[in-house]
């Protein structure tokens, strides 16, 4: 079975610059999260996409950061503008509908702000 | 909201020492799952513990989920320079959405 894949695996960017990270999660998993997990901490959860809709986004900086799913399958998530204080990993992961809830984590896109 | 906290922050064992952490939560959880990161690596599953006072073991490791579903612990008896990683525990406060320690660091020298 294929893991969770994303891309770009490093970007560095200046300040003020725009940046998107891709994500195709497992096949036929319906649950998709995005997490940024800085440096030293635990993943903290940004965005949670059940198949094509969001189902808690409680903790995305919205004016800056917005994700999308739209058909239900792969997703990104945007920066834009960056600022010095988003530089971590980014994180995908996806769940199965129902049975166990384990989340399967892609290897992250390490981004560095400038 | 839901705080997950983990003790120690970090660890340092000889090979063939015994490793435990500590995850307490200031909510009670469904449940709880246990994650090893690598270092430059992501989050691998672990395990996951439903019930109170569950006890739960994989080779040399012990996984305990407390009573009041509020903590849980992970022990690594006889270390290996392979257990070398973060371990984090995280538990949903709702749903399915996990809320992650800030993880304990584990290095083991031979």
């Known amino acids: 079975e294929a893991g969770v894949a994303q891309s770009p695996r490093y970007k560095i960017i200046e300040k003020r610059q725009s940046v998107a990270f891709w994500c195709n999660p497992i096949?036929?998993?319906?649950?998709l999260y995005w997490y940024q997990q800085i440096l030293g901490q635990g993943p903290k959860l940004l965005i949670q996409?059940?198949?094509?809709?969001?189902?808690?986004d409680s903790q995305l900086p919205k004016d800056r950061f917005s994700a999308e799913r739209l058909k239900g399958v792969d997703s990104t998530l945007k920066i834009q503008p960056a600022k010095l204080e988003d530089s971590a990993v980014y994180l995908c992961?996806?769940?199965?509908?129902?049975?166990?809830?384990?989340?399967?984590f892609g290897p992250g896109t390490r981004l560095l702000v400038l | 909201g839901q705080q997950v906290m983990q003790i120690p922050q970090y660890q340092h064992v000889q090979e063939g020492e015994d490793f435990t952490t500590y995850c307490n939560s200031s909510?009670?959880?469904?449940?709880i799952q246990w994650y090893k990161q690598r270092p430059g690596g992501h989050p691998v599953f672990l395990i996951q513990?439903?019930?109170?006072?569950e006890v739960k073991k994989q080779k040399r490791l012990t996984f305990q989920f407390g009573e009041a579903k509020k903590n849980s612990s992970l022990h690594i008896t006889a270390t290996q320079t392979t257990d070398v990683g973060t371990y984090f525990c995280a538990g949903p406060p709702s749903g399915y959405a996990l809320n992650f320690g800030k993880g304990t660091s584990l290095l083991v020298t031979p």
């Open positions: 992961a996806s769940r199965a509908a129902g049975g166990r809830e384990t989340q399967y």
């Open positions: 996409f059940q198949n094509n809709g969001v189902v808690d």
């Open positions: 513990l439903v019930k109170s006072g």
């Open positions: 096949s036929g998993h319906a649950t």
């Open positions: 909510t009670t959880l469904s449940n």
